[in-house]
């Protein structure tokens, strides 16, 4: 087994997710290799973890990672809002739920699926391979217009439309089935201002396409509706993003749910007979320390926002 992603901001997840007393469950919702769960599990004996993945070649190595943890550990296969759509009833509700909407470095220096400019591979992006559309369908199907609105919407590719007109023209002459063949089209694209910038120019194309592949913003409004249901009242959810689109979500997410009046603003009097579902633990979201940076640079744009649950929406 070969570990190669470092968990961000993991003391503040701890800090934040501790269990409040013995015996808890805690769901690693997005697993990935296993790094912050196996840091929950050794320092807190008591606690049970069930890991979510739906990428069956990552899981292998958390299962691997964390077998010393025996039945403490558990895992599921599959994507984090579909466990969470059919969680039993019968089973515990978890006491913390912990979401890393990062992509683990695993899969841009081991999985072969094309998530990196810095190599030359198949462009596929998918985490589960055996479903949806891959990177290369998609530059190959998306009319001109739904592929510059898809860079632009997803990474703010203010070159959007230019790249998207040299691929449509590249692909009348060929299938683009390769990063580094996808890459060099980006940089005949753009300025050459651009070009020879701090950031490689091909960054927010690659952003975009794997966000779109994974349904990253999409499916997100789910989970954590998802998350947020199955938790035990008391318990606490984490989340950790990595760009403003996530983020901006998650925050908004957790500002809803901590309204006491869901009503529009327009309305007289309350009517909604709301309670607030949740206390925001982090008023605004926890960026890494210089110390971790510097040791972990994918760690920089990472952000942990947190809140407990205080009742079920149903006022149980």
């Not at 529009?264 to 971790?292: D, M, Q, S, Y």
Request: charged content about 30%.
């Amino acid at each position: 087994m070969e570990v190669v992603h470092t968990p961000v901001l993991l003391e503040e997840t701890i800090q934040y997710l501790a269990p409040r007393s013995a015996g808890e469950l805690m769901v690693d919702a997005t697993m990935g290799e296993g790094g912050h769960s196996h840091a929950f599990l050794s320092r807190f004996p008591d606690l049970r973890v069930i890991g979510v993945d739906a990428d069956g070649d990552i899981q292998r190595i958390a299962k691997e990672r964390l077998a010393e943890f025996g039945e403490r550990a558990h895992f599921y296969s599959g994507w984090s809002q579909d466990f969470f759509a059919e969680y039993p009833a019968e089973l515990k509700r978890p006491d913390t739920i912990l979401i890393d909407l990062g992509v683990s470095l695993f899969h841009y220096e081991k999985s072969g699926r094309g998530f990196s400019f810095r190599k030359d591979e198949t462009l596929d992006m998918r985490l589960d391979t055996q479903s949806g559309l891959s990177a290369a369908d998609l530059i190959a199907k998306l009319p001109e217009k739904e592929l510059a609105d898809l860079l632009y919407n997803n990474a703010g590719e203010r070159y959007s439309r230019r790249i998207a007109r040299t691929i449509v023209e590249e692909r009348g002459r060929g299938a683009i089935t390769g990063t580094a063949a996808l890459a060099d089209l980006v940089e005949r694209s753009v300025p050459s201002s651009v070009k020879h910038g701090p950031v490689h120019p091909a960054t927010r194309t690659f952003q975009a396409l794997r966000i779109a592949v994974n349904g990253e913003l999409s499916r997100l409004p789910d989970l954590l509706e998802g998350a947020l249901r199955v938790l035990e009242p008391g318990g606490r959810l984490g989340i950790i993003s990595f760009h403003s689109l996530e983020d901006r979500i998650v925050k908004n997410f957790f500002r809803e749910k901590n309204k006491n009046c869901t009503c529009p603003p327009e309305a007289p009097i309350c009517r909604c007979e709301g309670r607030r579902a949740v206390n925001i633990l982090t008023r605004k979201g926890l960026a890494p320390t210089e110390a971790e940076i510097e040791m972990n640079p994918p760690s920089r744009s990472a952000r942990l926002r947190a809140a407990e649950k205080v009742l079920d929406e149903d006022g149980q």
